[in-house]
């Protein structure tokens, strides 16, 4: 379990290189951000490959009182994470496996995620559309960034938050699919002892793993944070949670380790 595999490393790598281009190209990585993270399916800004591009993006910047300062802690604790579960759980899978098991622990976290989001956010749509507001103009007026303060007499202001934020608020990150990760390390290293860098206590993977999905299940009903900044998509971390619990399920129920794909 000790080293680095190629895939693990060659992820580590996109990830870095997609960060340093968010930094360095376009105002406040502004081009790599339009571009490649994931934006809301009736924003103009939505491209279909940001399906898959936007978990290999990361927050970079994060607005100070001079103006902005770069933001690397999320990209950290996520490559450690990758780093660190990532190629224990290859070794078992076997390369091709695991890239599909990466991938779709990612794209799961997006469906979860962006599924909830989207439903939110139609419903709301069709509120104002009932009420005899016209679709195009209030799309139109979300895509300049804007709203209509008429929409209060229909819908309350946090409504109305959880409206525009649905719309405008891109989703960056390989949380989901470094979650479905974790769930692997865990049903496959189940004894493995991991501890906190803040609570040095060995625990073992079957205890630690659960207790933060339950930890990211508290912040989703709660809203409240506990490690983590308020922005993060917690849902999402879930989907990834779920999805890699399903495949690791089928695979093991399967005897995946008798058919690998690489063998």
């Known amino acids: 379990m000790r080293g680095i595999s190629d895939t693990v490393k060659h992820l580590l790598i996109i990830n870095v290189l997609f960060w340093i281009g968010t930094l360095t190209i376009g105002q406040g990585g502004t081009i790599f951000t339009n571009l490649f993270a994931f934006h809301a399916p009736q924003n103009d800004m939505f491209k279909p490959w940001q399906v898959l591009t936007h978990m290999f993006m990361h ?65 709301i749509l069709n509120t104002l559309i009932e009420s005899g507001y016209d679709k195009s103009q209030i799309l139109a007026l979300l895509n300049e960034g804007k709203y209509d303060t008429r929409w209060l007499s229909v819908i309350n202001q946090d409504t109305l938050d ?28 189940p004894n493995h002892k991991l501890m906190l860098i803040f609570l040095p206590i060995p625990i073992k993977a079957k205890y630690f793993i659960p207790a933060i999905i339950l930890m990211d299940l508290f912040s989703v009903l ?5 490690f983590s900044p ?34």
Do not use: C
């Not at 190629?87 to 890239?99: D, R, S």
């Not at 709660?222 to 506990?226: D, F, L, N, Y």
């Not at 779920?242 to 690998?260: A, D, Q, T, V």
């Open 162 to 189: 959880t409206f525009v934020s649905n719309f405008l608020t891109v989703l960056v990150g390989a949380s989901g699919a470094i979650m479905g990760v974790l769930v692997a390390f865990g049903m496959l290293f």
């Open 59 to 123: 927050a970079s910047y994060v607005p100070t009182a001079g103006g902005s300062t770069v933001y690397f802690q999320h990209i950290l604790f996520n490559m450690f994470a990758l780093w660190m579960f990532g190629t224990p759980v290859e070794q078992q899978l076997g390369k091709k496996k695991f890239i599909f098991f990466y991938l779709s622990a990612g794209l799961g976290a997006l469906f979860i995620h962006a599924g909830y989001n989207y439903f939110q956010f139609n419903s």
């Open 222 to 226: 709660t809203g409240v944070s506990i």
């Open 230 to 263: 308020s922005n993060t998509a917690y849902l999402a971390h879930l989907g990834g949670a779920l999805f890699g619990f399903i495949m690791m399920w089928y695979w093991k129920k399967n005897s995946f380790n008798k058919h690998r794909w690489d063998r």
